[in-house]
């Protein structure tokens, strides 16, 4: 069974830093898309970054600020998160779009992670 779990949440002050990482486990043949959304209390959950094929993108909120970078080898996705602000406080989700085994069929669908929480203190 095809797995992601977030780390690196927590607590931090407004202009401080924190790094968060996914990390896919289980039968995976190729991983196509990983991106990083959010939901704040009370919103939408939103899409803050994605990289495909070395291309990143980012929210416009976010840009300047955060990066993205994946780790094929490992089966990992990173978020780097610079100069944090109490509006970035949120629910972090990692998701990918995953091609291995499904139950007992090879299958390609999308995976969450069940999000880790990120609060900036003003």
């Known amino acids: 069974q095809v797995q992601l779990v977030e780390s690196g949440g927590g607590l931090v002050q407004s202009g401080g830093s924190l790094r968060l990482s996914c990390a896919a486990s289980?039968?995976?043949?190729?991983?196509?898309?990983m991106a990083w959304y959010r939901q704040a209390p009370g919103k939408q959950r939103e899409l803050v970054a994605s990289?495909?094929?070395?291309?990143?993108n980012y929210t416009d909120s976010v840009k300047g600020r955060f990066t993205i970078s994946r780790d094929n080898a490992q089966n990992t996705v990173h978020l780097q998160m610079n100069s944090l602000r109490p509006e970035d406080t949120a629910i972090y989700y990692c998701?990918?779009?995953?091609?291995?085994?499904?139950?007992?069929?090879?299958?390609?669908?999308?995976?969450w992670g069940p999000g880790t929480p990120i609060t900036v203190s003003s």
């Open positions: 998701n990918a779009e995953i091609f291995g085994m499904d139950g007992a069929l090879p299958n390609t669908r999308t995976y």
């Open positions: 990289i495909s094929g070395g291309r990143a």
């Open positions: 289980g039968t995976i043949f190729t991983i196509l898309d």
